[in-house]
């Protein structure tokens, strides 16, 4: 392997792609892998989509970069229109970026703004769960519960205030699921009570969970109090719908299966699914019209509204509406959630199977009656992972409690995944769970 001259989170090196087409990616020597985790639950059409491909194509032929100060251009308004007719009533404001940090931060942004102009100046607190991950700018950081992306970069920022995610399945105790979201979503009230009413300008989440927490979900009855207690205070909601948009489980947005009404919407990953950097805020008109009036919004980016990015993301959502994908994710996740779920009689140390659609975890545990996670030391995150690559089946694992210990996995394949690539999938994750439990000295049943 020759020198590399790059460097992202680690040093390691992985073998060289040479191709992808539906769920599989070919390395240089001919390995054949399965996506089982979309990238990072990203690729949600599969790879090497020829309609999207031609389309990009197209496109290249006419212009591939038009600044929006000097002029519009055809795929981004088509985008933005597309993307405001799947929102909420009311958010029909787009603003383009180039991927999930981003969209992140111009909510956050935004937010500050409309606050500032009408003569809220005090409100700019933003309230968010721990753990969280919510991107890698600053801004983002400061409202991400994750100890290892904050740690070092505490002195630079202004850490939010966080409230702790209701993550009910560790919960022992003799209340229901309704009780304890509606105690998991007081927390909120407190929290903006302590912080100051007039000083709290945002409540950020993920409505189902991402890489930080392994695609928890709360009870029903969290999402409807955390909506009324938004509303009550007068601060803004806004649903960090990255990982989660764009059909991912099993609606085009998550905020659907809750009937929640946000002010601010962020998207990115599946809303262009890897075929270009996109990614797209969408915020209520009112909000808009406001910070507009004002002067204007004193962001921006050099990409945003790329017609070559645009016009990936017009392919890319009628391929999700044309191919039935939202309702793909929705079928075929419940039947590789039930086949997950199944592998918990085989292996004890399998606590949990968790998630919505195509946004599935399981997370990993020392004992299921206390949940207590494996040793912190086994690694457990990096060694499955490994022994599934291994195999040719790509997975995605975090540590499950604020990024210090426990260990979870993700399994989200593109929507577009078959039965019998379900199958594959999880034939090759018993390989891998077997081989791990042998080398840690776990049972199998």
């Known amino acids: 392997m020759r020198e590399s001259h790059l460097f992202y989170q680690t040093g390691s090196r992985r073998p060289r792609v040479a191709r ?99 003569g809220q100046k005090k409100r ?38 966080k409230i702790s995610a209701p993550t009910c399945y560790l919960d022992r105790d003799d209340l229901t699921l309704e009780e304890r979201g509606l105690r998991y979503a007081q927390l909120l009230r407190e929290k903006i009570e302590e912080e100051g009413p007039d000083k709290v300008l945002a409540f950020i989440m993920e409505p189902v969970g991402g890489a930080s927490t392994g695609a928890l979900v709360a009870p029903d009855s969290w999402y409807r109090e955390i909506q009324s207690i938004c509303r009550d205070y007068g601060i803004l909601l806004i649903a960090d719908e ?93 039947q590789l959630k039930a086949m997950l779920t199944g592998l918990m009689e085989r292996y004890p140390f399998i606590g949990d199977v968790r998630g919505k659609g195509l946004l599935l975890a399981f997370e990993l545990v020392s004992s299921r009656d206390s949940m207590e996670p494996l040793p912190a030391e086994l690694n457990a995150h990096i060694k499955l992972v490994e022994e599934a690559y291994s195999r040719g089946l790509i997975i995605y694992s975090r540590r499950t409690r604020g990024g210090i210990v426990g260990d979870h996995f993700m399994v989200c394949p593109p929507l577009i995944v078959s039965d019998a690539e379900l199958d594959e999938i999880i034939a090759i994750l018993i390989d891998s769970l077997d081989a791990f439990a042998n080398s840690a000295g776990l049972p199998i049943n």
């Open 124 to 161: 700019w607190k933003v309230i968010s769960l721990f753990p969280s991950y919510h991107g890698s700018t600053l801004g983002a950081v400061a409202v991400t519960g994750m100890h290892q992306f904050v740690e070092p970069f505490r002195d630079m920022i202004r850490v939010m205030p």
């Open 20 to 118: 992808a087409a539906g769920i599989h990616l070919w390395d240089t020597d001919g390995k054949r892998y399965i996506d089982a985790s979309s990238g990072p639950m990203v690729s949600n059409i599969g790879h090497s989509n020829p309609r999207v491909l031609a389309a990009m194509k197209q496109q290249m032929d006419s212009a591939t970069f038009a600044y929006r100060l000097h002029f519009e251009n055809d795929a981004a308004e088509d985008l933005a229109s597309m993307t405001a007719s799947l929102m909420p009533k009311g958010l029909d404001r787009i603003f383009f970026v180039s991927g999930g940090s981003e969209a992140v931060e111009s909510a956050l942004k935004l937010a500050r703004q409309y606050a500032y102009v009408n």
């Open 242 to 334: 990255v990982m989660t948009g764009a059909g991912r489980t099993g609606r085009f947005l998550a905020c659907e299966h809750w009937d929640l009404e946000p002010d601010i919407i962020a998207m990115a990953k599946g809303f262009a699914a890897g075929y270009a950097p996109l990614g797209a805020m969408a915020a209520d008109r009112k909000i808009v019209d406001a910070v507009l009036a004002s002067g204007g919004f004193a962001h921006g980016y050099t990409y945003a509204g790329n017609p070559l990015a645009c016009a990936a993301g017009v392919a890319v959502l009628q391929e999700v509406r044309e191919g039935l994908l939202v309702e793909n994710a929705a079928t075929k996740g419940a």
